[in-house]
């Protein structure tokens, strides 16, 4: 039975594919790119080493595994998941990209100074965040950034800190991006960027940030380049990297270790190598676990909790944005609190799944309801891309920024996207309003001998930084 349900949940995420590719609409810009690669790693790649390898860590973790009839449930929960997202996202996002009619983009004295404006005021929160957080989080009480877990739900909190100091380390991602593409790709203005995913990967937390942060700056590069897909170059540069973010999941520390001479380089490739450190062995963690989440909560939702949450988990948009240092009584997680996995297994730090999360809300209805929603959120968003934004210098930098998020959204479900889009579209939006600022500043009075003054020292031919020049760079 589950060997005819892993067949039927390849042929489903193929026939996807395929009909998405047929439509014209699919790029590396489209939401559903995305969702199709989450799907295939957590939904069809997953199970089928769980089955095949007999991985059971997350098993273990969480206390509970699955009879056959609900190992075939989840798959079936997870494709049904895919077909309305994928029917919502593409039918909201149903336009063909044109990157021919792209323009090329010019940043005049203005622009450059409303963004160095921007990375003055941000800049140094951020900084003073990595510094901050450069062990990592506490929980024994004696660190910089401490955190203490909560019983009821296994969720961590910060107890000496607000989480708007302790994550205003995730600003550095668009302000590195945002130096790449105002500098219009000088080699130079690479620098930034690439200390800070070298300090993220230093760190070892935080591995997301790597991979959304080079997803980011290949978008850019590929608008730049008027080109849809990734190239071959620029996959087999990103091999690496997934290497990188793959052994630092497994081995925190492996960079230091490599730095301090107390780690092999080599184990970077391991996975390609047998025995120990092998690929099924290196995959087995929490990664990519997202199937066996699932299937727990499948299981326990309805049949152990005895209800569903009825969409309250986002009731907490309205109370997270609360410091706990202001309202030290703050409910940890959604305030209203139908449903609490951890209350029928070990679940502490464990993602739902937009698949989960649907499920959670409302069953079958709920799994559809949330992934239409999301699915024609993005592809509202896909569509207003392609039919206005891509014309805006600051539109591309925050589109570019935003997509990659979608991943976590995928793996996270619930608000997550919320608290990762503030930190990483605040410097764009930020640099966007202090360009009006400045130019209604000088606007206001053009007439006058001051507003004069202030036009001549804006108001110069649009400035360049001699630059790396792409096959399809126009300019």
């Not at 969480?62 to 609900?70: L, T």
Request: aromatic share 16%.
């Amino acid at each position: 039975m589950i060997e005819t349900a892993l067949i039927a949940q390849v042929l489903v995420v193929a026939l996807v594919a395929v009909v998405f590719l047929s439509t014209g609409t699919a790029s590396m810009f489209h939401p559903l790119t995305y969702y199709l690669i989450f799907h295939t790693l957590v939904f069809v790649i997953r199970p089928l080493l769980v089955h095949g390898f007999g991985i059971d860590n997350a098993w273990l973790f969480m206390g509970y595994w699955p009879s056959a009839a609900e190992f075939v449930k989840s798959l079936t929960v997870s494709s049904v998941a895919l077909v309305a997202f994928s029917v919502a996202c593409g039918w909201a996002g149903r336009v063909k990209p044109d990157l021919s009619r792209a323009p090329t983009f010019t940043f005049d004295r203005l622009d450059i100074t409303a963004f160095a404006l921007t990375v003055a005021a941000l800049g140094p929160l951020a900084i003073y965040s990595a510094i901050l957080r450069q062990d990592g989080a506490d929980f024994t009480g004696t660190g910089d950034v401490q955190m203490e877990r909560d019983p009821l739900t296994g969720q961590p909190v910060y107890v000496n800190t607000t989480g708007y100091i302790a994550e205003a380390h995730s600003m550095g991602l668009p302000l590195t991006l945002g130096i790449i593409w105002v500098s219009r790709f000088h080699p130079l203005s690479f620098i930034p960027f690439i200390a800070f995913v070298s300090y993220r990967a230093y760190l070892g937390w935080g591995r997301w940030a790597i991979i959304m942060g080079v997803l980011g700056m290949v978008l850019l590069i590929l608008y730049h380049t008027r080109t849809k897909w990734f190239r071959w170059w620029q996959l087999a540069c990103g091999l690496p990297v997934l290497l990188l973010f793959h052994t630092l999941g497994n081995n925190r520390d492996f960079l230091r270790g490599v730095l301090a001479g107390t780690e092999n380089p080599g184990k970077l490739f391991s996975i390609f190598q047998g025995g120990e450190g092998s690929f099924v062995e290196s995959v087995s963690n929490q990664d990519i676990a997202n199937f066996d989440f699932l299937a727990f909560i499948l299981w326990a939702v309805p049949q152990q909790s005895g209800t569903y949450t009825w969409f309250t988990q986002y009731l907490q948009l309205f109370t997270e944005p609360i410091p706990r240092m202001l309202w030290p009584d703050k409910p940890i997680g959604a305030p209203v609190k139908w449903v609490s996995l951890h209350d029928f297994g070990n679940f502490s730090n464990l993602t739902t799944s937009l698949a989960g999360d649907g499920w959670m809300s409302a069953g079958w209805i709920g799994v559809i309801v949330t992934m239409v929603v999301v699915g024609l959120i993005l592809g509202r968003l896909h569509r207003w891309f392609w039919e206005s934004g891509f014309t805006n210098r600051y539109a591309v930098l925050f589109y570019c920024a935003f997509i990659p998020l979608s991943l976590q959204w995928y793996r996270d479900g619930n608000i997550t996207i919320v608290k990762f889009g503030f930190f990483s579209l605040l410097p764009i939006l930020l640099w966007i309003g202090a360009t009006k600022a400045l130019r209604l500043w000088i606007g206001d009075s053009a007439g006058s001998p001051l507003a004069q003054s202030r036009m001549s020292v804006f108001h110069k031919p649009a400035f360049r930084l001699p630059g790396v020049r792409f096959p399809a760079d126009r300019a």
